[in-house]
């Protein structure tokens, strides 16, 4: 894990100034496996108020120091860029979803396969989400019968 004095020079290269808040943010983000929810970061950060958690989010969000995931849940969730804002949308990596816990992992190894688009077209991001049951859940259920099914996911 690394000190906090990493994580300044992190935001200080994207250009974010790294206020005492900014960096308990990025902190507890970076200590975050997987993804997390707005709402996850909420809970774990309760000390600070949820308007600028969210600001804190779009600004890292902005500057691709985390990378959003839209798994189809219904809630967008993140997780940590380990390129410190220096993946393009090629290097973004491909997640799994639990459709028995609601958790999103994220698949480091596999960058996310690339696409041809049509001449004239912009792509502006690429979700690539396998979903199924993840290890932990597969242990205990046969995927129909999932005991964590109905838990709010994070
Ligand atoms: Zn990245
Ligand atoms: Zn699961
Ligand atoms: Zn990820």
Do not use: W
């Not at 902190?27 to 975050?32: C, D, F, M, R």
């Not at 707005?38 to 809970?43: D, F, K, M, N, V």
């Not at 099914?149 to 994070?154: E, F, L, Q, T, Y």
Request: one cysteine or more; aromatic letters at 8%; hydrophobic letters at 30%.
């Amino acid at each position: 894990m690394k000190k906090a004095q990493d994580y300044s020079s992190i935001l200080e290269e994207t250009g974010i100034r790294p206020t005492s808040t900014r960096l308990l943010i990025y902190e507890a983000i970076a200590g975050t496996k997987d993804t997390f929810s707005l709402g996850s970061l909420e809970a774990q950060l309760q000390s600070i108020d949820k308007s600028v958690i969210f600001r804190t989010l779009t600004l890292f969000h902005e500057h691709r120091l985390i990378h959003s995931v839209d798994d189809g849940s219904g809630s967008l969730k993140y997780c940590l860029c380990h390129n410190h804002g220096h993946c393009t949308n090629e290097e973004e990596h491909c997640h799994f979803y639990c459709e028995c816990c609601g958790k999103t992992y994220c698949l480091d190894q596999d960058l996310i396969p690339h696409v041809d688009i049509p001449e004239g077209f912009i792509a502006r991001k690429v979700n690539y989400i396998v979903k199924g049951t993840c290890a932990e859940c597969a242990k205990h259920i046969s995927p129909t019968r999932c005991p964590n099914k109905g838990k709010p996911s994070r």
